[in-house]
């Protein structure tokens, strides 16, 4: 297919843009395959807005007389509107941004033809190996090995090609807990906690079905977990009714009888179609222009967003104090272990291991715990909050996720090598990028795209220092401890910087966040100066005193 | 429990509270702030306001101070004659005169109008503080109350103006909610904080209920309608509720902060409360239960106007001197006793109870300790003039920090403030130690200018250190000021001098700060410099 046959009308002129905390100015948009580019007549301060096709999740028309209006709401929650002279031009236009931000084929997407203006340094898509976390793992402890059961994707097709398992346990036995295992996902090492020597696992719901089954290879894989004499805790991410009424669809929890080293915690933690409902209702509500205060808070209420963020941290929280105060190894699931699994393994992290706290460390979060461990990016992010599509596998699950890492961000505001930014550049890349980073679902198809041959890394792009410079807290200060959030109401709070981020100018709290930075600078400097100077001295006194004993 | 409940005034901690301060000090401490300097500040006296005593016995108005600030054109007859139109005599005076365009704020209680009654001298009153801003032909009169109450009032003989017999005023209500109300919504609140484990639903519904950000908004509100009244329409505008010393007062001197960046210094923040609140008989002994008295009378009236400050440097981080502890701490004071500023209702009430000779003043207390109050992100007086604050519902924050204080878990484990602040005295001292290290270094070149040279090191960093210079430099002062002063005390040979010296320092370090940020640019600017000589 030729992007040209979408294009009917290329070019306009005479078109007006309107953006929030803009003065509207007059211009000629242009659509090309990928974008749409709007860019000002004005010589003295041309202006130019490139928008991602992609980046579009829904668009509105209105016509006035021949006057044209179109509302396009992106991904990233921002509201634009063109107006466009002539009403052919206006519907062609109009019909098609709607094709090209609705292609299905993902080998059309940006990705795929974006050719990158920068000298590539490092290739991202080889930057984090699970070879290279292993050989971490293994100068710790050897009780785990690396198992390339799933090297073409036929044990589990969610999986990566290599996971980490306890070493008593082969391959053979992986196979038969496999089938165990909702999508084959069976259980595999999340986190190793160098402190105390516990565990984090995670995996997808045991098919127990009604009749209770049992697999003895399943009961044997995460008791080699545990510490002879020592209980571990499950934290099934479903209530217990949710658990149980799984059974009847062939899912199931782990009994007590089968596991009785084992201790279950439910905590339910929302999925799907209600995270990706609270998402439009929260978005709604702050673009609610309304003064009235009482409708302010009883729509944050409703939408429940932050009763969502609750949820997730107090579960995260929990399993990182099985772990780190109770000294006990933890497994963690739900139903498919694509979602609230992914949620509370990565967020336990953070509270657990500085390591995660850093960019490079975060990243490599990233990329283990939600590209590899199959994450659904493609059906998650598809849509956003502006979308009427409502399918089912639509959720903000990523999005509650770097909410979370905000909120603890917030909290501990030293203990982070990164900023805000850097988390908003990683929710506008995971709904639209010119990166294949967070293309397909899982390592089985981002290979059958062959992305790593075809497009650009995320990676590639961020990690090279003048990118980075820009996703740096100043504040930022190593600190070896766990940090455990407060999940009180009160302590968690609306990310203005995404929900608000077009609702309210920023200029101040840029200005302060510069402020900031300036004076930080300032100390770095004079340190530099008073230590120049003091080895200045001392070498002086060093030579005068040579010269005293010549 | 007598102790905790006290009934006469002289039993509160401020007439035992006796620090070790001299009786001097103390004198000069109540001095500290000096109404007539802030008029002075605003141009009054001018062609049309003055400062007049004719309250001086307080036979206009016994919560009024003895010296008010009235537009020149209104008469000794009119001042009284409007005197006794307004509930308590509390007459309309001046509260803030925005100098750029002549427009003012003034204020007052309510007109004792009735259904119909109406009185000559207090509407040459309002045609006079109209007249005085000859700018604008028209001005506002803002009720704060909302409609209905002030309906109700009517009936009490008080009320509103009737816009037909005041010569070009535009009438408006506000709708800020009373007293009552007000202590209601504090104690849903506090309900809500103190929830043991609330579910983010309970929370939020809570905070809802309890109307609380609602009446904060409210008051907001009607400070940007005031600010924007003044500066962008230039028309002076006239404020009352009732009495007018509870929202009245909040909303004036939110205004003026808004207006005026010399009221969001140390200095200017004290005078405004000193002037808005304390002088114009603000009920702080009443509103603040200092003593066992009629519960109906507390409200937390000082609390929203603290808070609205707080919302305000949420959305200005950089625009306050002073930082979210001073806040706190004054808000502490008013309900402490420890100082005389807040006992009483009013000057006269104040004067009898002779708190001037027997207590002391809050204020040099709190600038004893400046350097933890500071805002590290100020970027000084003239970086913001007006603020113009967005008031859209998602701008207002629950303040943890009030009203949940003493729950340490639920604030953030690490501070950023904190963190700046000790950035801040390390630069102090960086920057001493910089001056210091450069004194002994020229005094060390002296005899070994080859050796010195020689070492590239010590070279680069030699040719460094002028760039990177305290800001001394850039005034165009003598470098090594610790030598000079040093050299200064040597030759008077008195402390005395020494003492004057060290207080031009930190004056001196006063200004610095304020260009902190031009300095950083400064020294950027002139990095590449070596390399081209």
């Known amino acids: ?550 | 429990l007598s102790f905790s409940f006290p009934v006469k005034p002289e039993e509160l901690y401020a007439f035992s509270y006796n620090p070790k301060m001299s009786k001097e000090n103390r004198e000069v401490g109540w001095k500290l702030v000096d109404l007539k300097v802030d008029y002075q500040r605003m141009g009054i006296p001018n062609d049309y306001w003055e400062i007049t005593d004719v309250n001086k016995d307080y036979e206009v108005c016994n919560t009024y101070p003895p010296e008010i600030v009235v537009p020149r054109a209104a008469n000794k007859a009119v001042v009284i004659g409007s005197s006794r139109f307004r509930s308590r005599g509390r007459i309309p005076v001046l509260s803030y005169l925005y100098k750029e365009n002549n427009a003012a704020i003034c204020r007052c209680s309510q007109p004792l109008a009735g259904f119909s009654a109406r009185c000559l001298e207090d509407e040459q009153m309002l045609q006079a503080i109209r007249e005085a801003n000859p700018g604008s032909p028209f001005m506002y009169v803002v009720d704060t109350r909302p409609k209905l109450n002030a309906m109700a009032n009517r009936a009490a003989g008080k009320g509103y103006e009737n816009e037909d017999n005041y010569d070009n005023i535009r009438f408006k209500f506000i709708g800020i909610e009373n007293i009552h109300v007000m202590r209601s919504s504090l104690q849903k609140l506090l309900e809500v904080c103190e929830m043991k484990s609330p579910s983010m639903s309970d929370f939020l519904t809570g905070l809802e209920n309890s109307g609380w950000l609602r009446h904060i908004k409210a008051v907001m509100d009607a400070g940007v309608f005031l600010a924007k009244a003044v500066k962008d329409e230039k028309a002076s505008v006239l404020v009352h509720c009732s009495d007018g010393w509870d929202r009245t007062a909040q909303v004036c001197s939110l205004a003026s902060l808004l207006l005026d960046p010399f009221y969001r210094t140390f200095k200017g923040f004290m005078i405004l409360i000193e002037k808005e609140w304390i002088a114009m008989g603000h009920k702080f002994s009443h509103r603040c239960g200092h003593l066992d008295g009629d519960p109906k009378e507390v409200s937390p009236v000082f609390t929203q106007f603290i808070e609205c400050v707080w919302q305000l440097m949420q959305q200005f981080p950089c625009a306050f001197e002073f930082n979210e502890r001073f806040l706190l701490e004054i808000h502490d004071h008013v309900y402490s006793c420890q100082f005389g500023n807040f006992l009483g209702t009013c000057h006269k009430e104040r004067e009898d109870l002779k708190i001037f000779e027997k207590t002391h003043s809050l204020w040099p207390f709190l600038l004893q300790k400046k350097q933890e109050f500071r805002n590290p992100l100020y970027r000084g007086f003239t970086a913001y003039k007006e603020l113009q604050p967005n008031t859209l519902p998602f701008s207002f924050q629950f303040w943890c920090g009030m009203y949940n204080r003493f729950d340490k878990g639920m604030h953030p484990k690490q501070r950023v403030l904190d963190q700046l602040l000790s950035c801040m005295s390390q630069k102090l001292k960086l920057e001493d130690n910089a001056s210091e290290l450069e004194n002994k270094l020229p005094f060390l070149d002296g005899p070994l200018p080859a050796e010195a040279c020689s070492l590239p090191k010590a070279g680069r960093a030699a040719s460094k250190s002028p760039m990177l210079n305290t800001p001394q430099d850039y005034e165009g002062e003598p470098p090594p000021v610790l030598s000079n002063g040093a050299s200064a005390a040597a030759l008077d040979g008195t402390s005395h001098v020494d003492q004057k010296h060290t207080e031009k320092l930190s004056h001196h370090r006063d200004l610095r700060d304020l260009n902190d940020t031009a300095d950083i640019l400064d020294s950027e600017a002139e990095d590449g410099e070596p390399q081209h000589h």
């Not at chain 1, 000629?28 to 991602?52: K, M, V």
């Not at chain 1, 038969?176 to 986190?191: C, E």
């Not at chain 1, 003895?216 to 209980?231: H, V, Y």
Request: glycine share 4%; hydrophobic share 40%.
């Open chain 1, 1 to 550: 297919m030729e992007f040209a046959e979408l294009i009917k009308t290329p070019r306009a002129d005479n078109v007006v843009l309107h953006r929030p905390f803009y003065l509207a100015v007059e211009g000629t948009l242009c659509l090309t395959g990928h974008h749409l580019i709007f860019s000002s007549r004005r010589q003295d301060n041309a202006e130019e807005l490139w928008l991602l096709h992609s980046n579009i999740d829904s668009i509105e028309k209105r016509f006035v007389g021949s006057l044209g209006t179109i509302i396009i709401k992106c991904k990233d929650l921002r509201i634009i509107q063109l107006d466009i002279p002539g009403m052919e031009e206006c519907l062609n236009i109009a019909s098609s941004i709607e094709a090209l931000s609705t292609l299905d084929s993902v080998t059309l997407m940006y990705p795929f033809f974006y050719r990158p203006m920068f000298e590539i340094i490092e290739d991202g898509w080889r930057s984090f190996l699970p070879d290279q976390e292993f050989e971490l793992l293994s100068s710790v402890t050897d009780e785990w090995r690396l198992s390339c059961i799933n090297k073409d994707f036929s044990v589990c097709p969610s999986y990566p090609p290599v996971v980490i398992v306890p070493k008593s346990i082969d391959d053979e036995a992986l196979r038969k807990v496999a089938m165990f295992r909702h999508g084959s996902r069976f259980p595999v090492l999340s986190y190793y906690h160098k402190k105390n020597g516990m565990v984090m696992m995670r995996s997808s719901q045991p098919l127990t079905g009604t009749n209770g089954r049992r697999c003895k290879e399943d009961e044997k894989l995460i008791n080699a977990t545990l510490r002879p004499g020592k209980r571990g805790y499950i934290i099934d991410t479903r209530s217990l009714n949710v658990a149980q009424q799984a059974r009847a669809k062939g899912g199931g929890f782990e009994q007590e009888a089968h596991y009785p080293q084992w201790r279950r915690i439910h905590k339910c933690i929302e999925r799907f179609n209600i995270l990706q409902e609270s998402l439009i209702k929260l978005v709604e509500a702050c673009n609610d222009q309304s003064h009235n205060m009482d409708r302010w808070l009883s729509k944050l209420e409703a939408s429940n967003w932050l009763t969502h963020i609750k949820e997730i941290l107090t579960a995260a929280c929990l399993a990182a104090q099985c772990i780190d105060r109770e000294g006990a190894s933890v497994l963690v699931h739900g139903t498919e272990g694509t979602d609230s699994t992914l949620q509370v393994t990565s967020l336990a992290q953070i509270i657990l291991d500085p390591r995660c706290r850093t960019i490079r460390g975060f990243e490599s979060l990233v990329v283990r715990e939600w590209l590899q461990a199959g994450h659904p990016f493609q059906q998650r992010c598809a849509q956003s909050a502006y979308s009427n599509s409502k399918q089912k596998w639509e959720a903000p699950v990523f999005l509650l996720f770097l909410d979370c890492v905000w909120q603890i961000l917030r909290q501990f505001p030293c203990s982070f090598e990164f900023n805000e930014q850097f988390l908003i550049m990683l929710f506008e890349h995971a709904y639209a990028s010119q990166f294949g980073t967070f293309l397909g679902n899982n390592e089985n198809e981002r290979s059958k795209l062959k992305l790593p041959q075809k497009t650009m890394s995320l990676w590639s792009w961020v990690n090279r220092s003048e990118e980075l410079s820009k996703f740096q807290n100043p504040l930022f200060e190593a600190n070896s401890l766990v940090i455990w959030p407060s999940v009180a109401p009160q302590s968690l709070q609306l990310w203005e910087g995404v929900f608000l981020r077009w609702n309210r100018p920023s200029k101040f709290l840029d200005e302060a966040h510069e402020e900031m930075i300036n004076i930080i600078k300032y100390n770095k400097e004079l340190q530099t100066k008073v230590n120049a100077l003091r080895r200045q001295l001392a070498e002086m006194e060093t030579d005068e005193r040579m010269q005293e004993n010549l």
